[in-house]
């Protein structure tokens, strides 16, 4: 089973900028990622997403302000000009895809991170 760890969370002012990372315990090359929020007392949200050739799709919120990437066993969220609406539990999640250029129903994703907190200050 594939785990995955997140991390680069962290306090930051707004306006600023974090780098959040998820590692994989195994290559991840035929796996869709993704990265998704929660705040306490409200749905999981859905933030960005890559395909396994790197199609990336985000959710309009972070639109112009967010980069997600992978490479190899990693996987990557550049977040700036953070607001303090963007404080969240973040969460990497993969699902096995085998369509390089797709990107999986967000409901489908089905492997887990335990988050990483990212509180915005402002």
């Known amino acids: 089973q594939v785990q995955l760890v997140e991390s680069g969370g962290g306090l930051v002012q707004a306006a600023g900028s974090l780098r959040l990372s998820c590692a994989a315990s195994?290559?991840?090359?035929?796996?869709?990622l993704a990265w998704f929020r929660q705040t306490p007392g409200s749905e999981r949200e859905w933030v960005a997403a890559?395909?396994?050739?790197?199609v990336t799709d985000y959710v309009e919120f972070v639109k112009g302000r967010s980069t997600i990437s992978r490479n190899a066993n990693m996987l990557y969220l550049q977040l700036n000009n953070l607001k303090t609406e963007d404080t969240a539990t973040y969460f990497c999640?993969?699902?096995?895809?085998?369509?390089?250029?797709?990107?999986?129903?967000?409901?489908?994703?089905?492997?887990w991170g335990q988050g990483t907190q990212v509180t915005v200050s402002s």
């Open positions: 890559i395909s396994r050739s790197g």
């Open positions: 999640a993969a699902r096995w895809q085998v369509l390089e250029d797709s990107l999986p129903n967000t409901s489908h994703y089905d492997i």
């Open positions: 195994k290559n991840m090359d035929w796996y869709a």
